[in-house]
Antibody
Framework: EVRLVESGGGLVQPGRSLTLSCAAFGFTFDDYAMHWVRQAPGKGLEWVSGISWNSGRTDYADSVKGRFTISRDYARSSLYLQMDSLTPEDTALYYC????????????????WGKGTTVTVSS | EIVMTQSPATLSVSPGESATLSCRASQSVSSNLAWYQQKPGQAPRLLIYGASTRATGIPARFSGSGSGTEFTLTISSLQSEDFAVYYCQQYSNWPPLTFGGGTKVEIK
């Protein structure tokens, strides 16, 4: 079964750091671009970051650029999001998502989503 | 950044009727548009890609159309499980990938 399982969310104070993880199962993780998408409470979807199949390209939304770092571990079939200098505006449910395609450095759309992990930034 | 605008924000429809949802891009995205369905407490699910191609397992009552800047998702004969929020997403010009604000389809 193809699935993604996020972990690492929690309550964190403003200015602190948190790292999210996403474990991939049931597909060849090495072959696909991956993304983080977040959803603030009661709001819509916001793309946060993407990474190409070979980690050669990483991209970020302006709202997180310079604070968040996306990475992947092929041996562990896992995706990560290092989040620094967190603010209350980063409070959201964070989804890990698989891109439909891989083996190039382009992004498309997401065909597999995890259930998400909740990040709450508050003092 | 390409801005995606969805309308209406909320659509009230009776079961068995059809629903037409709109998505507009601030500049042409060709046919590089996807639609997702999100039910309460669930992750989004891919419905349509390439503006009009149904994803695997998506019923034929879901259809997408349009190109350039104007797109439509039509749900014919709404079933109870179709009441949800629907998002469009462009993948023509990135970063960033951008989503519309969503349309909630509710029971009338």
């Amino acid at each position: 079964e193809v699935r993604l399982v996020e972990s690492g969310g929690g309550l964190v104070q403003p200015g602190r750091s948190l790292t999210l993880s996403c474990a991939a199962f049931g597909f060849t993780f090495d072959d696909y671009a991956m993304h983080w998408v977040r959803q603030a409470p009661g709001k819509g979807l916001e793309w946060v970051s993407g990474i190409s199949w070979n980690s050669g390209r990483t991209d970020y939304a302006d709202s997180v650029k310079g604070r968040f770092t996306i990475s992947r571990d092929y041996a562990r079939s896992s995706l990560y999001l290092q989040m620094d200098s967190l603010t209350p505006e980063d409070t959201a449910l964070y989804y890990c998502a698989k891109d439909m395609f891989g083996l190039n450095s382009a992004y498309y759309y997401m065909d597999v989503w995890g259930k998400g992990t909740t990040v709450t930034v508050s003092s | 950044e390409i801005v995606m605008t969805q309308s209406p924000a909320t659509l009230s429809v009776s079961p068995g009727e059809s629903a037409t949802l709109s998505c507009r891009a601030s500049q042409s995205v060709s046919s590089n548009l996807a639609w997702y369905q999100q039910k309460p407490g669930q992750a989004p699910r891919l419905l349509i890609y390439g503006a009009s191609t149904r994803a695997t397992g998506i019923p034929a009552r879901f259809s997408g159309s349009g190109s350039g800047t104007e797109f439509t998702l039509t749900i014919s004969s709404l079933q109870s499980e179709d009441f949800a929020v629907y998002y469009c997403q462009q993948y023509s010009n990135w970063p960033p990938l951008t989503f519309g604000g969503g349309t909630k389809v509710e029971i009338k």
